[in-house]
Structure formats: structure tokens, C-alpha cells
């Protein structure tokens, strides 16, 4: 009798878990697409402007998904290849999560996504919410610029619309809807009359998600139809008066798509030329600086929440201008850290800058101190936790060994290698969210692998222990035992990204790296619990019968 109550109560324990699998990642991915900034409600003020323009206007073309390689490649972008010789360039370095929300945020903000306020996924149309955080195009309406946008038709609801003066939106991300922003741009570039303009050109990207990645031919033909397009933006330009940016907002793996931390989503190129632009190969970038530097050519503010510098080496500046910057920044980087204090409700920071130094780092690593010290304090209860969870069933696991429960335990290894061969090296994923296409790509996708896995493994660990010639009671036994070790060896990243992250996204963004992994892990849990309490059942009709 008491046999059976430990069956059922196994079966029970099942349900649970796929019920809380269910529930717990459902309820991460929904708190990382509701993330807002901790200056959310509380935005650091902007300061006055900098002044005297360097620039007639600012041309920032954005070339969706643009990868390094793909940029340097002469024969592929001929026309960028003659505009970086004449040109500032440089690598930009981002950060994750490398989607384009995010991306477009950080440069119009100048924060890193974590405080930038911008989505932190690439929500529906219908659900993008407006930017909170002073940008370029709120610093120079409050200037009196003229500003203008063509392009992808999220746009229209990042940008505060009150701050842009004239736009073209679409919905098309291909090669013929890059044909119609740049048609729609070619009055507002000969008409010279807006300071700003955004020009955005998606036919990359679409490549890169829709037409086999950047390792298809398809690929470098979409970024030659876009430099051709960029050629064609430039040469309505006066280049001695007139400054060009070319950059994108992320990369792509090979295999296509990004949002991940692999290295080569993390990097983008970045020239730019014309009035004000002292010409050269200069040292790798971030993509923060960006926004700072937009500023500095349009004579704007600082937008005030940026964590960036402008790039004052590849500007044409006298002392005194780059005096009057670093002072600038000085001052914009003390409302940021007094606003991210205030919004953390943390003790005032006092914050020594020595005359002539880069105020920039001082401030940041400020401001770094004080997330790091409320996530440790976070993390340390948390840590324990996880660590008492994983400790705990390996010592009743050790304590009870034997010779079925090591074929048990070999099953639930087996499992994990025959799930991990299939989704790393058969489906060449990735282990980051550069590989979810959609939530119904991972979950369908984790769900059949897991499924597939799970029955090699079972029927392994059942033929090795002889369970279908033995009683129904054993063979349903061993089973749910084999279950429940393969759910405790899910449960070790699960607790890892517990212990770093917590249950849900709240204040700050999460180590997207051991996140994803607790996911993936929780998905494939739904499916073992689930699967595990048919093959049990089948396990005990096969020894029955």
C-alpha cells in the first residue's frame, strides 16, 4: 500500500511540476516585454544646449542588422567602402538584448537598454510604448530643429510624434519598402530643410530572418541594394556642410536572427562623414556614444539619460568647445546619477571629477556600484535557496544509490545529451534568444525535442533494468524515478537563473545568458513531467500485459 501512496504521490508531484513550468516561464517571458527603466516615471531633467552647431544637418541612416564583416566587404558595399575613406569609422560595441527595439533606444537615447526605458523585446506594433528618456529627436525639437523620420513603421510609436516634423512609416520590411522610405526621404534631403533625419533601411534584416541568413547570397544581395540606396541618399547631400552617419542596430548570427549575446550580434560598423568630422580609423566604440555625439554636431543637449561620451577625437572642436562638452557632460552625468539614486531610493553618491578629466567614468562606475550592491544583497538569500535545493535530492540521491538507480540516473543523463545533440548540433541553435524565432518556434521546437529524447531515454533505462518483464508496480517505479532524476537535473539551471536573476524581472535587466538557460530548462520540464506520467502508465500496461 504505501508503494502505491509514493506512486501517486509521484504522479501528483508530476502535475505540479508541469503546471508550475507552465506558469513560472509564461510569467518570466511576460515580465521581460512589461520591463520599464527605473527612471521611468522619473527622468533625469535635460540641460541646456551646447550650442553653435558643427553640422547643417544629420543624415543617421540605420541599416537594420548590418553585420561587421558584411560592411568591410568592398564588393558588396562599394559605396560605404568609398564613404568610410573619407570618413570617421569605427566597431561599435552593444549589449544584450541585441533586438531592434532595444537597439533603435540605445541610439536615440544613449543608455544601455537596461536604463533607457525602451522595450526591452520586440513587442506588436499595437503594444510599443513611446519613449520616456530625452532622445535626439525631443533634444532637438526643444531646439527649434527641424526633424524628420522614413522608415519601419515601430518608429512611429518609440518617437514622441510631437518632437518629429515630418515622417513616411511602413510595414514592409523588404527590399521594396526600403525603395519606398528612401522615395519618401528624397524631398526632405534636396528641400534641406530638417536638421535631423532618420533614414531606415530593413532589407537586411529581412534577408537575415526570412531568406536563409547572413551565409545565403541572398544576404550580400540585400546589403548591396542597400548601399546603392545609401549612395543615393549621399549624393543629395553636400558633404562639406552636411554630415552623414551609417550604422546598424545589431547583428545576426549565421543561421540567422538575433536578441542574443553571441559576439557577432554585439558589433556593428559605423562611418561617418561630411562637416564637422575629422576623417580616420579610430579605436572601437559603444553604441551609447552614439546619441552624445548626434548632440554634439546638432549644437542640442546632451540627451540626459545617456551613459555615452561624445566622440570628441573624430570632431572638428577647439579646446574651448571640448572645455565647454566636458563640462556638459559633467553636469548631465550628475542629474542621471542623482535620478537613478532617487529612483533606487539609495543614499546620495558623492562623486569627485578632477579638472580636465573625463567626467564620464566617474559617474558610471557610480552608478554600477550602487546596481551591483542591491543585486548582491538580493542575490545572497536567493543563492542559499538555490543552493540547499540543489544540494538536498543529490545527498538523498547519493545516500540511496544502487544499481537501478544508477541506470536511472544514466537515463536522465542520456536524456540531457540526446536533447542537447539535437538542439546544438542537428538544429545548430544557439543557446541565447538570438535563436527564438517566436514563441512558437521554441516551445514547439523544445517540446519535440524533449519528447523525443525522453522516450529514447526511457525505453533505454526500461530494457536496461528489465522493467517491462517485471510487475507493473516496478515498472511504473522506475519510470517516474527515471522522471523525477531528469527533472532535478533540469532544475540545476533553473536555480542557477533563480539565484541571479530571481523569479521574475522587476528593477533591473537579467544575465540574459543563465536566464535563457533557466528557460530552456523550464520548457523542456513542462514536457518531461507531462510525457513522463504517459510513459509511467505505459511502462506498468507493458509489464502488465
Same mark, same amino acid.
Given at each position: 500500500?504505501?508503494?502505491?501512496?509514493?506512486?501517486?504521490?509521484?504522479?501528483?508531484?508530476?502535475?505540479?511540476?508541469?503546471?508550475?513550468?507552465?506558469?513560472?516561464?509564461?510569467?518570466?517571458?511576460?515580465?521581460?516585454?512589461?520591463?520599464?527603466?527605473?527612471?521611468?516615471?522619473?527622468?533625469?531633467?535635460?540641460?541646456?544646449?551646447?550650442?553653435?552647431?558643427?553640422?547643417?544637418?544629420?543624415?543617421?541612416?540605420?541599416?537594420?542588422?548590418?553585420?561587421?564583416?558584411?560592411?568591410?566587404?568592398?564588393?558588396?558595399?562599394?559605396?560605404?567602402?568609398?564613404?568610410?575613406?573619407?570618413?570617421?569609422?569605427?566597431?561599435?560595441?552593444?549589449?544584450?538584448?541585441?533586438?531592434?527595439?532595444?537597439?533603435?533606444?540605445?541610439?536615440?537615447?544613449?543608455?544601455?537598454?537596461?536604463?533607457?526605458?525602451?522595450?526591452?523585446?520586440?513587442?506588436?506594433?499595437?503594444?510599443?510604448?513611446?519613449?520616456?528618456?530625452?532622445?535626439?529627436?525631443?533634444?532637438?525639437?526643444?531646439?527649434?530643429?527641424?526633424?524628420?523620420?522614413?522608415?519601419?513603421?515601430?518608429?512611429?510609436?518609440?518617437?514622441?510624434?510631437?518632437?518629429?516634423?515630418?515622417?513616411?512609416?511602413?510595414?514592409?520590411?523588404?527590399?521594396?519598402?526600403?525603395?519606398?522610405?528612401?522615395?519618401?526621404?528624397?524631398?526632405?534631403?534636396?528641400?534641406?530643410?530638417?536638421?535631423?533625419?532618420?533614414?531606415?533601411?530593413?532589407?537586411?534584416?529581412?534577408?537575415?530572418?526570412?531568406?536563409?541568413?547572413?551565409?545565403?547570397?541572398?544576404?550580400?544581395?540585400?546589403?548591396?541594394?542597400?548601399?546603392?540606396?545609401?549612395?543615393?541618399?549621399?549624393?543629395?547631400?553636400?558633404?562639406?556642410?552636411?554630415?552623414?552617419?551609417?550604422?546598424?542596430?545589431?547583428?545576426?548570427?549565421?543561421?540567422?536572427?538575433?536578441?542574443?549575446?553571441?559576439?557577432?550580434?554585439?558589433?556593428?560598423?559605423?562611418?561617418?562623414?561630411?562637416?564637422?568630422?575629422?576623417?580616420?580609423?579610430?579605436?572601437?566604440?559603444?553604441?551609447?556614444?552614439?546619441?552624445?555625439?548626434?548632440?554634439?554636431?546638432?549644437?542640442?543637449?546632451?540627451?540626459?539619460?545617456?551613459?555615452?561620451?561624445?566622440?570628441?577625437?573624430?570632431?572638428?572642436?577647439?579646446?574651448?568647445?571640448?572645455?565647454?562638452?566636458?563640462?556638459?557632460?559633467?553636469?548631465?552625468?550628475?542629474?542621471?546619477?542623482?535620478?537613478?539614486?532617487?529612483?533606487?531610493?539609495?543614499?546620495?553618491?558623492?562623486?569627485?571629477?578632477?579638472?580636465?578629466?573625463?567626467?564620464?567614468?566617474?559617474?558610471?562606475?557610480?552608478?554600477?556600484?550602487?546596481?551591483?550592491?542591491?543585486?548582491?544583497?538580493?542575490?545572497?538569500?536567493?543563492?542559499?535557496?538555490? /543552493?540547499? #535545493? +540543489?544540494?538536498?535530492?543529490? *545527498?538523498? @540521491? $547519493? =545516500?540511496?544509490? %544502487? !544499481?537501478?538507480?544508477?541506470?536511472?540516473?544514466?537515463?536522465?543523463?542520456?536524456?540531457?545529451?540526446?536533447?542537447?545533440?539535437?538542439?546544438?548540433?542537428?538544429?545548430?541553435?544557439?543557446?541565447?534568444?538570438?535563436?527564438?524565432?517566436?514563441?512558437?518556434?521554441?516551445?514547439?521546437?523544445?517540446?519535440?525535442?524533449?519528447?523525443?529524447?525522453?522516450?529514447? /531515454?526511457? #525505453? +533505454?533505462?526500461?530494457?536496461? *533494468?528489465? @522493467? $517491462? =518483464?517485471?510487475? %507493473? !508496480?516496478?515498472?511504473?517505479?522506475?519510470?517516474?524515478?527515471?522522471?523525477?532524476?531528469?527533472?532535478?537535473?533540469?532544475?540545476?539551471?533553473?536555480?542557477?537563473?533563480?539565484?541571479?536573476?530571481?523569479?521574475?524581472?522587476?528593477?533591473?535587466?537579467?544575465?540574459?545568458?543563465?536566464?535563457?538557460?533557466?528557460?530552456?530548462?523550464?520548457?523542456?520540464?513542462?514536457?518531461?513531467? +507531462?510525457?513522463?506520467?504517459? *510513459?509511467?502508465?505505459?511502462?506498468?500496461?507493458?509489464?502488465?500485459?
Amino acid at each position: 500500500m504505501n508503494k502505491v501512496r509514493w506512486i501517486v504521490l509521484g504522479v501528483i508531484a508530476c502535475l505540479i511540476v508541469a503546471a508550475g513550468a507552465y506558469l513560472w516561464a509564461s510569467s518570466l517571458m511576460d515580465s521581460l516585454y512589461a520591463y520599464r527603466s527605473p527612471l521611468h516615471n522619473s527622468p533625469p531633467p535635460a540641460g541646456a544646449p551646447l550650442g553653435q552647431p558643427l553640422t547643417r544637418r544629420v543624415v543617421f541612416v540605420l541599416i537594420d542588422a548590418l553585420r561587421v564583416d558584411t560592411a568591410l566587404k568592398p564588393e558588396v558595399m562599394p559605396f560605404l567602402h568609398t564613404l568610410r575613406a573619407r570618413g570617421a569609422w569605427a566597431t561599435v560595441h552593444s549589449r544584450a538584448p541585441s533586438y531592434s527595439d532595444p537597439g533603435y533606444s540605445v541610439l536615440m537615447i544613449g543608455a544601455w537598454p537596461d536604463l533607457s526605458d525602451g522595450p526591452a523585446m520586440n513587442a506588436p506594433y499595437e503594444d510599443t510604448l513611446p519613449w520616456t528618456q530625452d532622445n535626439l529627436f525631443t533634444a532637438a525639437h526643444r531646439a527649434g530643429l527641424k526633424t524628420a523620420v522614413s522608415g519601419y513603421y515601430w518608429f512611429e510609436k518609440l518617437i514622441p510624434q510631437e518632437a518629429v516634423d515630418a515622417h513616411f512609416y511602413t510595414a514592409g520590411e523588404d527590399a521594396a519598402a526600403d525603395r519606398a522610405v528612401v522615395d519618401a526621404a528624397r524631398p526632405w534631403l534636396e528641400g534641406g530643410h530638417y536638421a535631423f533625419m532618420l533614414i531606415h533601411l530593413d532589407q537586411v534584416d529581412y534577408a537575415g530572418h526570412h531568406e536563409g541568413g547572413p551565409r545565403d547570397p541572398r544576404w550580400d544581395a540585400a546589403a548591396r541594394r542597400a548601399d546603392e540606396l545609401l549612395r543615393e541618399i549621399v549624393s543629395s547631400l553636400d558633404l562639406a556642410r552636411d554630415t552623414v552617419i551609417v550604422i546598424s542596430d545589431h547583428g545576426q548570427i549565421d543561421r540567422g536572427g538575433h536578441g542574443g549575446e553571441e559576439p557577432i550580434v554585439l558589433i556593428e560598423p559605423f562611418v561617418m562623414a561630411g562637416a564637422g568630422v575629422r576623417a580616420g580609423k579610430y579605436p572601437d566604440i559603444q553604441q551609447v556614444d552614439i546619441a552624445p555625439t548626434v548632440a554634439v554636431l546638432l549644437g542640442t543637449n546632451l540627451p540626459a539619460s545617456s551613459q555615452g561620451r561624445p566622440l570628441v577625437e573624430m570632431l572638428d572642436l577647439s579646446e574651448a568647445q571640448k572645455d565647454a562638452i566636458r563640462k556638459a557632460l559633467s553636469l548631465q552625468q550628475a542629474l542621471l546619477l542623482d535620478a537613478y539614486l532617487s529612483a533606487l531610493a539609495a543614499r546620495p553618491a558623492n562623486v569627485h571629477v578632477e579638472p580636465g578629466h573625463d567626467p564620464l567614468g566617474a559617474y558610471q562606475a557610480m552608478l554600477q556600484q550602487v546596481r551591483e550592491s542591491r543585486l548582491k544583497r538580493e542575490r545572497l538569500p536567493r543563492f542559499v535557496l538555490a /543552493a540547499a #535545493l +540543489a544540494l538536498i535530492p543529490a *545527498l538523498i @540521491l $547519493f =545516500r540511496k544509490r %544502487s !544499481r537501478d538507480l544508477v541506470w536511472m540516473l544514466g537515463g536522465a543523463l542520456l536524456y540531457m545529451l540526446l536533447f542537447h545533440f539535437g538542439y546544438a548540433v542537428l538544429a545548430g541553435r544557439t543557446y541565447s534568444l538570438s535563436s527564438v524565432a517566436s514563441a512558437d518556434d521554441i516551445i514547439l521546437f523544445t517540446a519535440g525535442a524533449a519528447a523525443v529524447s525522453l522516450i529514447m /531515454a526511457w #525505453l +533505454a533505462t526500461s530494457l536496461g *533494468l528489465g @522493467l $517491462f =518483464r517485471s510487475t %507493473s !508496480r516496478r515498472a511504473a517505479e522506475g519510470s517516474l524515478a527515471m522522471v523525477f532524476i531528469t527533472l532535478y537535473l533540469l532544475a540545476l539551471p533553473i536555480l542557477w537563473s533563480f539565484a541571479l536573476n530571481g523569479v521574475l524581472i522587476t528593477w533591473t535587466l537579467p544575465d540574459f545568458g543563465s536566464m535563457f538557460l533557466g528557460f530552456l530548462s523550464t520548457l523542456q520540464s513542462l514536457i518531461v513531467a +507531462a510525457l513522463g506520467l504517459l *510513459l509511467t502508465g505505459l511502462a506498468a500496461l507493458v509489464a502488465r500485459f
